[in-house]
T-cell receptor, first 112, second 115 residues
Framework: GQQVMQIPQYQHVQEGEDFTTYCNSS?????IQWYKQRPGGHPVFLIQ?????EVKKQKRLTFQFGEAKKNSSLHITATQTTDVGTYFC????????????FGTGTSLTVIP | EAGVTQFPSHSVIEKGQTVTLRCDPI?????LYWYRRVMGKEIKFLLH????????ESGMPNNRFLAERTGGTYSTLKVQPAELEDSGVYFC?????????????FGEGSWLTVV
């Protein structure tokens, strides 16, 4: 079954609005990564979070890792058309080797 | 520095045929991963090589899939015989070391269509 849940599956926003995607795991994660995939492209690494409660920022993007290390979020402030794409989280579970379990992705459409 | 390269970028084959996908990781990366994304589904882990050894192949769907990494450089993923449900995009990724601080770099993917 699905190891890492991600919501929403789709999101349409007006340019300038904010956007958030959420990632949840039923078990504790050792770390979590976020990727962006443009239409027709391949996943591109954005960031990795390791510590409980960690918050990292990249310009208009804010990434959070929950205190229990079971959930994470990506928030984009004032979206731009260049933000269009699918955002994936990928979590690595403790004691399960080195594979990352990907969420189903959130497809973001920004309406100019 | 060259990124992860995959070949072919697109392939259309008939059910029952064989297809071999190739991945060249970033030079010096010991870790090589294969992932697959079927239309509308999540990206699923297939297997992980450390150099030439299979570290984890728990994600391989069945024995029609065979992955190799002879010499610890490039890797191939063979599907024989291909079935309709094998259609999707196959991503290869590599990383320098497996620890909490290492980035995984993805290739462009090999888009496979089985008809």
């Amino acid at each position: 079954g699905q190891q890492v849940m991600q919501i929403p599956q789709y999101q349409h926003v007006q340019e300038g609005e904010d956007f958030t995607t959420y990632c949840n795991s039923s078990t504790t994660l050792s770390n979590i990564q976020w990727y962006k995939q443009r239409p027709g492209g391949h996943p591109v690494f954005l960031i990795q979070l390791v510590k409980s409660g960690e918050v990292k920022k990249q310009k208009r993007l804010t990434f959070q890792f929950g205190e229990a290390k079971k959930n994470s979020s990506l928030h984009i402030t004032a979206t731009q058309t260049t933000d269009v794409g699918t955002y994936f989280c990928a979590g690595r579970k403790r004691n399960t080797g080195n594979q990352f379990y990907f969420g189903t992705g959130t497809s973001l459409t920004v309406i100019p | 520095e060259a990124g992860v390269t995959q070949f072919p970028s697109h392939s259309v084959i008939e059910k029952g045929q064989t297809v071999t996908l190739r991945c060249d990781p970033i030079s010096g990366h010991d870790n090589l991963y294969w992932y697959r994304r079927v239309m509308g589904k999540e990206i699923k882990f297939l297997l992980h090589f450390v150099k030439e050894s299979k570290q984890d192949e728990s994600g391989m769907p069945n024995n029609r899939f065979l992955a190799e990494r002879t010499g610890g450089t490039y890797s191939t993923l063979k599907v024989q015989p291909a079935e309709l449900e094998d259609s999707g995009v196959y991503f290869c990724a590599s990383s320098q070391a497996v620890n909490s601080g290492n980035t995984i770099y993805f290739g462009e993917g090999s888009w496979l269509t089985v008809v």
